[in-house]
Nanobody, 127 residues
Framework: QVQLVESGGGLVQAGGSLRVSCAASGRTFSDYAMGWFRQAPGKEREFVAA????????RYANSGQGRFTISRDNAKNTVYLQMNRLKPEDTAVYYCAADLVYSDRIIETSMREYDYWGQGTQVTVSS
């Protein structure tokens, strides 16, 4: 299994940028496709971005397309989410998740496909 720890959340003004990180430990990090999800107060958890095992394919929710970038460094066992031009509606707890896959072409947007989750990091965007 793998353990995930997010960091880098905080308070930022609208229009600003923030990068959140997720450090993994345990099983070989490159065995996992990775995803970022978020949950705002009173709302369901939703997909934000995902990346394949090698990082060659990425996918984004419409809400973050063009503003968010997911990346990973397998040597550092870390996945990142760079968020630019942040909006108040981006305020949420951001979670990273790991999906054990056997192909570098698999990338999932559904929470149900992910096997392991971090504890989350709060991102607050003020207007």
């Amino acid at each position: 299994q793998v353990q995930l720890v997010e960091s880098g959340g905080g308070l930022v003004q609208a229009g600003g940028s923030l990068r959140v990180s997720c450090a993994a430990s345990g099983r070989t990090f490159s065995d996992y496709a990775m995803g970022w999800f978020r949950q705002a107060p009173g709302k369901e958890r939703e997909f934000v971005a995902a990346i394949t095992r090698s990082g060659g394919i990425t996918r984004y929710a419409n809400s973050g397309q063009g503003r968010f970038t997911i990346s990973r460094d397998n040597a550092k066992n870390t996945v990142y989410l760079q968020m630019n031009r942040l909006k108040p509606e981006d305020t949420a707890v951001y979670y990273c998740a790991a999906d054990l896959v056997y192909s570098d072409r698999i990338i999932e947007t559904s929470m149900r496909e992910y096997d392991y989750w971090g504890q989350g990091t709060q991102v607050t965007v003020s207007s």
